[in-house]
């Protein structure tokens, strides 16, 4: 009875959306989850637990493991590659609730995933977007994290088609939230099924959506593509945007945004590591490295 009693109020994920402090969220988050995870220890088909789960731990890795670890990345490597692997195995755990609690509805979902992805994902439907975003992004980010890692890269059809299901149904979700997810997951390159040209299409529409007001489609396009595209400028424009945006103009993606934002500061500073300046074209070269 307390259990049922405190619960619906543990797991409202827009408590810690709306933060404006993310230390409060690093440091509650933990304890919050452990918490979770002996709930479904006592009771392993309560299914908003299982959801919560999935959702946590997929916030935890993505607000701090990952962003800690591409900033790190500058200075040491070693605890970069140490925070990226502690959030893959994080977003695996994420992903395993999600799919314990799709289980519940749909016996045998996870097989025929893996299976028959394309099939397999048409028995959700309208209410279950927020499930399949959930469940969908915690795999896939997993696999951004384990390239090196053939088994877990085979599963990318899985969790495309469980995010391609939800945009189908609802492409309009959390402002632009699934379009935000099909940046990165489109940024992986044409070897892998992406697009760096599907990826701009899903930025346009997630900048429509929020009204401009979320600085993730800015830094993922800034990270997945200009990057790739060897695009200075477009690079500091995106980033310089997404710094510009001001975090309480939308409560509710207050913690991502200034999550995104010190992203987007660290990359900024370290825009001469990522990008060559351009040679004058009037330079005499060869006059310039004669001895």
Same mark, same amino acid.
Do not use: C
């Given at each position: 009875?307390?259990?049922?009693?405190?619960?619906?109020?543990?797991?409202?994920?827009?408590?810690? !959306?709306?933060?404006?402090?993310?230390?409060?969220?690093?440091?509650?988050?933990?304890?919050?989850?452990?918490?979770?995870?002996?709930?479904?220890?006592?009771?392993?088909?309560?299914?908003?637990?299982? !959801?919560?789960?999935?959702?946590?731990? !997929?916030?935890?890795?993505?607000?701090?493991?990952?962003?800690?670890?591409?900033?790190?990345?500058?200075?040491?490597?070693?605890?970069?590659?140490? !925070?990226?692997?502690?959030?893959?195995?994080?977003?695996?755990?994420?992903?395993?609730?999600?799919?314990?609690?799709?289980?519940?509805? %749909?016996?045998?979902?996870?097989?025929?995933?893996?299976?028959?992805? +394309?099939?397999?994902?048409?028995?959700?439907?309208?209410?279950?977007?927020?499930?399949?975003?959930?469940?969908?992004?915690?795999?896939?980010?997993?696999?951004?994290? #384990?390239?090196?890692?053939?088994?877990?890269?085979?599963?990318?059809?899985?969790?495309?088609?469980?995010?391609?299901?939800?945009?189908?149904?609802?492409?309009?979700?959390?402002?632009?939230?699934? %379009?935000?997810?099909?940046?990165?997951? +489109?940024?992986?390159?044409?070897?892998?099924?992406?697009?760096?040209?599907?990826?701009?299409?899903?930025?346009?529409?997630?900048?429509?959506?929020?009204?401009?007001?979320?600085? #993730?489609?800015?830094?993922?396009?800034?990270?997945?593509?200009?990057?790739?595209?060897?695009?200075?400028?477009?690079?500091? +424009?995106?980033?310089?945007?997404?710094?510009?945006?001001?975090?309480?103009?939308?409560?509710?993606?207050?913690?991502?945004?200034?999550?995104?934002?010190?992203?987007?500061?660290?990359?900024?500073?370290?825009?001469?590591?990522?990008?060559?300046?351009?040679?004058?074209?009037?330079?005499?070269?060869?006059?310039?490295?004669?001895?």
């Amino acid at each position: 009875m307390a259990v049922n009693a405190v619960l619906p109020t543990l797991v409202n994920p827009d408590v810690y !959306l709306s933060e404006e402090d993310p230390e409060v969220v690093r440091a509650a988050l933990p304890f919050l989850l452990k918490t979770i995870e002996s709930i479904i220890d006592a009771d392993p088909v309560r299914q908003d637990a299982l !959801l919560f789960a999935n959702t946590g731990f !997929l916030l935890y890795a993505n607000a701090f493991l990952q962003v800690d670890a591409a900033i790190a990345e500058w200075d040491d490597y070693s605890l970069s590659q140490e !925070l990226n692997e502690r959030a893959r195995r994080m977003y695996l755990r994420a992903r395993d609730y999600g799919l314990r609690a799709v289980e519940i509805d %749909h016996p045998g979902i996870g097989e025929r995933l893996l299976s028959d992805p +394309e099939a397999a994902v048409s028995v959700f439907d309208a209410a279950d977007v927020e499930t399949l975003y959930y469940l969908g992004g915690s795999w896939m980010l997993a696999i951004s994290l #384990g390239l090196d890692r053939p088994a877990l890269v085979a599963d990318l059809p899985s969790a495309r088609a469980l995010l391609d299901r939800a945009l189908a149904l609802d492409p309009g979700y959390s402002r632009g939230a699934l %379009h935000s997810a099909f940046i990165t997951l +489109e940024s992986v390159g044409e070897t892998m099924g992406g697009s760096y040209a599907r990826a701009r299409e899903h930025f346009d529409r997630a900048v429509e959506l929020s009204g401009s007001l979320d600085a #993730g489609p800015y830094v993922a396009l800034a990270t997945g593509v200009s990057v790739a595209e060897e695009n200075r400028d477009e690079f500091r +424009e995106l980033l310089e945007t997404a710094v510009a945006i001001d975090p309480d103009a939308e409560p509710a993606n207050r913690l991502l945004n200034l999550v995104a934002q010190r992203r987007a500061r660290s990359l900024l500073d370290h825009i001469d590591d990522l990008f060559f300046e351009p040679f004058d074209d009037e330079l005499d070269f060869d006059q310039e490295i004669r001895p």
